[in-house]
């Protein structure tokens, strides 16, 4: 069973600028969620969407927003680029509401992530 | 708002258990305890995970109070390739309806020979 992909891999843009990630998650999975990785931050939760509804919401501004698509395919758009979007952007599938990642009956399945750079 | 502490960073040998512990004192009632691991370059994998008492598979075993404000992963007889990240994670108290997944800053293990 192939696993989550997200594309691309790696990317580089400069301030001012938007973009988008996109994430298929492993096959019979409704649930994707989206994280940023930092060195300064950690792991932190952006939002997870469940059967094309965004069901939680991280803290973070309204310049990252997110859809999913009837084949449970995800992209993550963040608009007007700031130094600090820098990160490992990663997307994490699981077969019901991520809800079950906690609790005992649907694990999160992470992809590679994209890498962004903001010049 | 749940919290989660982990070492930054622990030390081994190859063969030795190794144990990292996560604090987590205000965790969601129904909610388990999850541990991920992650290399370079890559997403956090899942280990395993539990809600009380003790829970093993082939790669470690989790250990968790009764009081659950814990929990503590242990490899057993680490290899060169369980250098790595760790991860523990927990659910916040509900708001809304859902929680949200918060992730422990992360324990850099290192195994040397």
Sequence with gaps: ?119 | LAKTTQPISMDSYEGQEVNITCSHNNIATNDYITWYQQFPSQGPRFIIQGYKTKVTNEVASLFIPADRKSSTLSLPRVSLSDTAVYYCLVGDQPSGGYNKLIFGAGTRLAVHP
């Excluded at chain 1, 001012?16 to 994280?35: A, D, E, M, N």
């Excluded at chain 1, 994490?92 to 694990?107: D, K, M, V």
Aim: with cysteine; hydrophobic share 25%.
């Design chain 1, 1 to 119: 069973k192939a696993g989550v992909t997200q594309t691309p891999r790696y990317l580089i843009k400069t301030r001012g600028q938007q973009v988008t990630l996109s994430c298929s998650p492993i096959s019979g999975h409704r649930s994707v969620s989206w994280y940023q990785q930092t060195p300064g931050q950690g792991l932190q939760f952006l939002f997870e969407y469940f059967s094309e509804t965004q069901r939680n919401k991280g803290n973070f501004p309204g310049r990252f927003s997110g859809r999913q698509f009837s084949n449970s395919r995800s992209e993550m758009n963040v608009s007007t680029l700031e130094l600090g979007d820098s990160a490992l952007y990663l997307c994490a599938s699981s077969l019901g509401p991520g809800q079950g990642a906690i609790r005992g009956n649907s694990p999160l399945h992470f992809g590679n992530g994209t890498r962004l750079t903001v010049t």
